[in-house]
């Protein structure tokens, strides 16, 4: 892939700009309606992304990284932010309007075995999108044939149908689908995590090969780090709605700054013995809060081991938090985004960075440097 | 292999039948597992891997049915027990833990009750002593609070709590082995390290053998003793950890590290791609399941025709399915 | 692509013709569906054919022979007015088809499209809508229809549209249903993320996934339907005498029953036989046709 296209710089608008964007649910229940403050599953998230760029997006589940890909689509309606695509605000486009949008912003689903009609058969799940955007004249089953062939499936495969197909044959056909009205950004949401190892490859490459014939940008979002890297020119790091580090992937893979990146690296398996037998893993407390209940402050203090290490040095006020002492500013101030620069953002009152790394962030990502 | 093993399977294969004639998912599987061993048992779906251990349990759905073989634990056959004694067995004998701990937990009692379920089913304890076992158990696993959590209902737990407490029932009666079947697939990353941890740690406490069913090559690196990699139904190849892994003579196993994208590897290191798809059961070639997505095999004639035995290699504990594994050290020595 | 790339597919390649020969052995190798599918065509084939099945008129009276017991001439006997049971019998598989028929099509087609547009559209619309049909529901669907064709008077066109009113709630209650469960099916939202407004994913997608279940509901409503005729017509307020109904022929033959069992006899057992095969189609419908069902036994025979 192409070196990270900066954004910022001033050539124009990326192909994909969101700013501030956030989603709330709100429980629909008829006698709630009126004290829930909702679920804020996506809150205030901004980001860029460049023709031909990958940003990858990870978290955990409850992350908001689905509901992140959605909200782009416009699959899920934002309650506040922008989005822009080439420019322009389809935010507030009414749905005839969107349609537009929509032939050049495509998605790749998870689950290649649901996201499948089982009773249409190939030929007319490639060709459905084509027909619903009224570009099917006739004779366009040459594009149909040319779109399959492009994901690397046979001609004779558009008669049938989904469940004859194994997992990565039916990733394709979800590929080719949404390649066919020849889009300028896809939204992948986990493509590859339903499929078996041997396939993974098949899959990533594909999407390699069809990002570089198209300058495709893809907002690639999935839980595997170390597939994220492998893809991404960008990552986004995503916990409880919130980006809390974004940056180019080598800088954010070899120096994260937020103590959640760290851990989250250092929890990732390497398939070598001495290395990964050789590590000391950062074993985070409990597991990711809900998004109806947010912590104060940083809201991931309640995990967050770079807290508990600051909280036993004197020089920091702590306060007391569910029976442990920890920093008062983690429990009771939002932090704010410290910048490394290069686009490399992460949101902590105390960022793994220069004098203020701990051992354990650099024992972490020893093994994300790579050999060699 | 030794005859301390508190867990050994020969020749296990079972037979489903199906449209396209019967289909051997488990064929001629032989293993041993010691006792405070980590045997971790790779492949991918259809392999096989979970297929094993229900054939092992005799917990094969039907119709399907296990069709030969031994299953020795602690030295006694067990695969000719009566159903009732084959239902002790499972649990006291060993314990398996499934990789959804949502499906795996019935949602209209309370953790408690299913807990003391199991106790009692096994035991001749009363309500109170089997409670009191069950709430040391949740302790041991590392539960925050158990007496006020045993009350709880599943949905009240969070994904990695509800796996914690089927790791406590399983370890309940302190079964000889302990099968964990991808036991934090459905698990984030960093419950998934407390896991798996918490499983090292009861392995080595209760001296149990542990067989970890998974798909991640990392996890068995870093918590496995000993490796073997199933295709198409069969152990294609077996190593201690120690010796032989990432030192694969299998072209399947090899083909599987340089497939997947590994943070310990350079970023832009380009994946190599298992050609073809996952083989089908019910159409296995007659030689080698590999054969027709090997690198090595390149239509090699005794590939085709003979179905490869697993044989010993370099070593007697490091075994292979594949006659050629000396090509993948020359290979190795020219790299 | 590097010819690395080349996939296989899991299944071998098997031509069009010998596909469709194998679906169609799966539905006739259901030994349910085949029976039913049997009478049914069997029945049908002796409605159309009534003209020139049937010995005598359906109300040709031999005021001759009334009440006549079996005979060469009148295999199954005559009634009070000397016509000929079975004669009567044939034609009146006519109507119980008819209106079997007709209904399943009156209320598959609302039922379907308003349980479809409720599941769907969700909110307000679908709890107005569901509000409705459950008062429908929460009617006894014969007392429903019974006050109807008071209401309307008796014909055959009045028995039909207050058996479709009545059933109507029934197959919307279930197709709601199942496009509830549908809805957040993962091509539901592919559909959406391709730019298809509602209506054409609804027509698309929702509703060819959903009609199987709908369908063995209707198969079986069909039955309901066939029998709420015939109860109709034994009350007097279904299809007029003289027509020949199986409803009228049981209720002519009641006065006669410990004399002429059989005229009643016959009637109610051609009831009972078509009731069970549409039963039985409508089990064997469920057990094949839908694919994800097949897989799932398929899956499950492996």
Known sequence: MKPPADARSGGGEPLLRVEGLSKTFHDRRLFSRAGGAGVRAVDSVSFSLAAGETLGVVGETGSGKSTLGRLVLRLVE????????????????????????????????????????????????????????????????????????????????????????????????????????????????????????????????????????????????????????????????????????????????????????????????????????????????????????????????????KARLKAENPDVETVESQGERLPAACVLHQPRPVDAGDGHVAICHFPERGGDRSEVAVRAVESSRGAG | MSDGAVLAVRDLSTVFPSEAGPVTTVDGVSFSLGAGETLAVVGESGSGKTMTFLSVLRLVPPPGRVTGGEVLLEGADIAALPASEMRWIRGAGIAMVFQDPLTALNPVFTIGDQMLEVIRAHTAMSPRQARALALEVLERVHIPAPAKRIDDYPHQLSGGMRQRVLIAMAIALRPKVLIADEPTTALDVTVQAQILELLAELRSELGMGMVLITHDLGLVARYADRVAVMYAGRVVETSPIAQGFGRSRHPYTRSLFRSIPRLDLPADQPLTVIAGQPPDLARLPAGCAFEPRCFLGNGREDCRSERPALLPTTSDRHLSACPHWRALIDAEAGA | MSAELAPETTAEAVPRGRAVRRALGRYLRHPGLSLGLFVLVLLSFVAIAAPWLAPHGPTEADLMNTLAHPSGDYVLGTDQYGRDI???????????????????????????????????????????????????????????????????????????????????????????????????????????????????????????????????????????????EAGLSFLGLGVQPPTATWGNIISDGQGFITSNPLISLSAGLCIAITVIALNLLGDGLRDTLDPQMRRYTGERML
């Not at chain 1, 060709?127 to 149909?144: F, Q, Y």
């Not at chain 1, 049938?160 to 390649?179: D, K, L, N, T, V």
């Not at chain 1, 929890?267 to 001495?274: E, G, H």
């Open chain 1, 78 to 305: 934002p309650s506040a932010g922008r989005i822009r695509f080439n420019g322009e605000d389809i935010t507030a486009l009414s749905q005839r309007q969107l349609r537009r949008m929509r032939q050049q912003v495509q998605m790749i689903f998870q689950d290649p075995y649901g996201s499948l009609d089982p009773r249409m058969s190939v030929g007319a799940i490639v060709a459905e999108p084509m027909i619903v955007h009224g570009l099917w004249h006739g004779g366009r089953d040459d594009r149909v044939l040319e779109v399959m062939r492009q994901v690397g499936l046979q001609a004779e495969h558009r008669n049938r149908y989904p469940h004859e197909f194994s997992g990565g044959q039916r990733q394709r056909i979800g590929i080719a689908r949404a390649m066919a009205l020849q889009p300028k950004l896809l939204v992948l949401d986990e493509p590859v995590s339903a499929l078996d190892v041997s396939i993974q490859a098949q899959i990533i490459n594909l999407l390699r090969e069809l990002q570089q014939q198209a300058d495709l940008g893809f907002l690639f979002i999935a839980h595997d780090l170390a597939v994220v890297r492998h893809v991404s020119n960008r990552v986004a790091v995503m916990y409880l709605g919130e980006i809390v580090e974004i940056g180019p992937r080598d800088a954010l893979y070899s120096s994260p700054m937020h103590p959640y990146t760290v851990s989250l690296l250092s929890a990732v398996p390497v398939p070598t013995v001495d290395r990964e037998r050789g590590r000391d893993r950062v074993v985070l407390h409990g597991e990711i809060g809900s998004a109806t209940n947010l912590p104060s402050g940083c809201r991931f203090h309640p995990r967050c081991y």
């Open chain 3, 86 to 228: 079975l004669s009567r019998l044939i034609w009146g598989a006519r109507i119980s088809l008819e209106v079997a028929l007709a209904v399943v099509a009156l209320s598959l087609t609302f039922g379907s499209l308003i349980g479809a547009i409720a599941g769907y559209a969700g909110g307000w619309l679908e709890r107005t809508m569901m509000m409705g049909n459950d008062i429908l529901l929460a009617f006894p669907g014969f007392l429903l229809a019974l006050a109807l064709v008071a209401a309307r008077g008796s014909s055959l066109e009045n028995v039909i549209l207050a058996v479709s009113i009545a059933y109507t709630p029934r197959v919307a209650a279930v197709m709601r249903s199942v496009v509830i469960t549908i809805r957040p099916r993962p091509f539901i939202e592919a559909s959406r993320a391709i730019g298809m407004s509602s209506s054409r994913v609804l027509l698309r997608h929702v509703l060819p996934n959903a009609l199987p279940p709908v369908i063995v509901v209707t198969t079986v409503s069909a039955a309901t339907a066939i029998l709420a």
